[in-house]
């Protein structure tokens, strides 16, 4: 993945404040890190790390867990939750290039604890003359006293206005070689409290789920997360609600209610805006022409997919094609 053409910062053994690019992996969770490289076949099984953001800068990447099988592209980023085990493959034609964030052990959980916690406990907390570590430990314990969990749903999300600017100012910033260490501390910090008010949000759309129980609402929600990951993984294939309520273990007839009462449309009209998403950022490239573009993201009629780009967008698909085309 060319991680010796990059430079490994920081070093785990001094006190101050690093972030590591690229460095082995038995650093990762010491330390705040990030693995960044390109390559067209790459693969890693078994693989257990702190909790961590997966995004890809170009092409796409496959992450496995137990529980499901998800493809990361230019259009969405992954969050797995520290100590799961996961397999990331590539396997492509084109040079693909991922941009990884992996958080040190206890900031999320010291973010989290700031962030859903009064004053008076915040200074409970504090353990006058403690170490940071021993105080990092501290903050951990009181969180889980708290209730404050920072196990995340573990779900594909589309690039936002809460996290994705982050991760991108980050990349910018390391490509132009003008990062330096503080300022990336800073960012992680940032990210971390991104998470933490994603997190808060997507609780409040678990509670739409009626169910009695607050155990059986975030099960089911995880569920539906599961069946949404499934068809933004396999959009560019046939995809049939049987086969997406089958992976979120539910019956297509409570996985399709559930899936309207939360997220506000059925699960054919998100795959249908799905596509059509996957669709403009192809044309946007100009690499393919429009019946390619039809069929890669899934749809097999291009007559039915140029109906669906206008009514969308304002304008075929060859239109769109040609004006970007202009603009380049």
Avoid at 230 to 254: I, K, Q, W
Avoid at 272 to 301: H, I, M, P, W, Y
């Amino acid at each position: 993945m060319g991680k010796k053409d990059l430079m490994v910062r920081g070093d785990p053994k001094r006190s101050e404040p690093r972030v590591a690019i690229n460095p082995p992996a038995a650093w990762l969770g010491s330390q705040n890190a990030i693995l960044w490289g390109k390559g067209k076949q790459y693969h890693v099984a078994n693989f257990r790390g702190p909790l961590s953001i997966k995004s890809v800068v170009r092409g796409s990447a496959r992450w496995s867990t137990s529980e499901a099988e998800r493809l990361v592209d230019e259009s969405c980023y992954l969050v797995l939750n520290s100590k799961q085990n996961y397999s990331i493959t590539i396997d492509s034609l084109a040079t693909v290039e991922t941009f990884c964030l992996f958080f040190r052990n206890g900031l999320v959980e010291d973010v989290s604890l700031v962030t859903e916690s009064g004053p008076t406990r915040l200074l409970d907390s504090h353990i006058p003359g403690a170490s940071h570590a021993l105080e990092s430990a501290a903050l951990a314990d009181n969180s889980s006293s708290l209730g404050i969990s920072v196990e995340f749903f573990e779900t594909l999300h589309a690039h936002d206005a809460v996290v994705s600017p982050l991760i991108q100012r980050i990349y910018a910033r390391l490509k132009d070689n003008t990062a330096s260490d503080p300022w990336l501390e800073d960012q992680f910090m940032g990210v971390a409290g991104a998470l933490c008010k994603l997190r808060r949000e997507a609780t409040q759309d678990a509670e739409l789920i009626p169910a009695k129980k607050y155990s059986s609402r975030m099960e089911l929600y995880r569920r539906l997360l599961r069946g949404k990951d499934f068809m933004d993984s396999f959009s560019g294939t046939p995809v049939h609600l049987r086969e997406v309520a089958e992976n979120a273990c539910l019956s297509p007839y409570h996985f399709h209610r559930l899936f309207r009462e939360v997220f506000r449309e059925t699960p054919n009209q998100y795959l249908q805006r799905k596509r059509l998403a996957n669709a403009r950022r192809l044309l946007e490239r100009g690499e393919q022409s429009v019946t390619d573009v039809c069929l890669e993201v899934g749809f097999e009629s291009v007559t039915t997919f140029s109906g669906l780009f206008r009514r969308n967008f304002g304008c075929s698909p060859r239109e769109y094609l040609r004006r970007k085309s202009v603009l380049r």
